[in-house]
Antibody, heavy 121, light 107 residues
Framework: EVQLLESGGGLVQPGGSLRLSCAAS????????MSWVRQAPGKGLEWVSA????????YYADSVKGRFTISRDSSETTLFLQMNSLRAEDTAVYYC??????????????WGPGTLVTVSS | EIVLTQSPATLSLSPGERATLSCRAS??????LAWYQQKPGQAPRLLIY???NRATGIPARFSGSGSGTDFTLTISSLEPEDFAIYYC?????????FGQGTKLEIK
């Protein structure tokens, strides 16, 4: 059974940093692209970033490019999102999700429960 | 960036009725479009990928169609558990943008 569990969320001041982790199990981690998707309180879904199965290709939304970095550790089957220069508008539940393929085509067929990031002074 | 526009914003129907949800892209995304369902307090669930392929475990009452810029999600006969918010997402080219969602509510 595929399982994804995010951690690392919390309260951070504007301009601060946070590192999210997503522990994955139940599938061959290095064979699938992974993504981060966020949802601000009461709002719709916003795609944030994706990484190919090998880790060689990364993709970002314009709103986070240059501030967020996605990475993965296949030995620990863990996905990361390093978030720097955080802003109030980054406040959201952050979901980790597994893609259908090695590259981020198709869609995300498994999702974690999400972790809340709050950026506030 | 490709913009997806979903319509209607809210759809009020009764169980047993047919639901038709629309998603229009600002430029062609070929068939690289996915549909998700989200219920309150839950993560999204993939329903349809590549415009018309049902994801694993998705009931046959859900179907997707379209290509280019116009796409449709159809629920043939609504079950009580189908009332939720539905999002389309283009997977043609990053950023993989979502539509703003259609809320399907019980009439």
């Amino acid at each position: 059974e595929v399982q994804l569990l995010e951690s690392g969320g919390g309260l951070v001041q504007p301009g601060g940093s946070l590192r999210l982790s997503c522990a994955a199990s139940g599938f061959t981690f290095s064979s699938y692209a992974m993504s981060w998707v966020r949802q601000a309180p009461g709002k719709g879904l916003e795609w944030v970033s994706a990484i190919s199965g090998s880790g060689a290709n990364t993709y970002y939304a314009d709103s986070v490019k240059g501030r967020f970095t996605i990475s993965r550790d296949s030995s620990e089957t863990t996905l990361f999102l390093q978030m720097n220069s955080l802003r109030a508008e980054d406040t959201a539940v952050y979901y980790c999700a597994k893609a259908l393929y090695h590259l981020p085509y198709g869609g995300e067929d498994h999702w974690g429960p999400g972790t809340l990031v709050t950026v506030s002074s | 960036e490709i913009v997806l526009t979903q319509s209607p914003a809210t759809l009020s129907l009764s169980p047993g009725e047919r639901a038709t949800l629309s998603c229009r892209a600002s430029q062609s995304v070929s068939s690289y479009l996915a549909w998700y369902q989200q219920k309150p307090g839950q993560a999204p669930r993939l329903l349809i990928y590549d415009a018309s392929n049902r994801a694993t475990g998705i009931p046959a009452r859900f179907s997707g169609s379209g290509s280019g810029t116009d796409f449709t999600l159809t629920i043939s006969s609504l079950e009580p558990e189908d009332f939720a918010i539905y999002y389309c997402q283009q997977r043609s080219w990053p950023p993989y943008t979502f539509g703003q969602g259609t809320k399907l509510e019980i009439k």
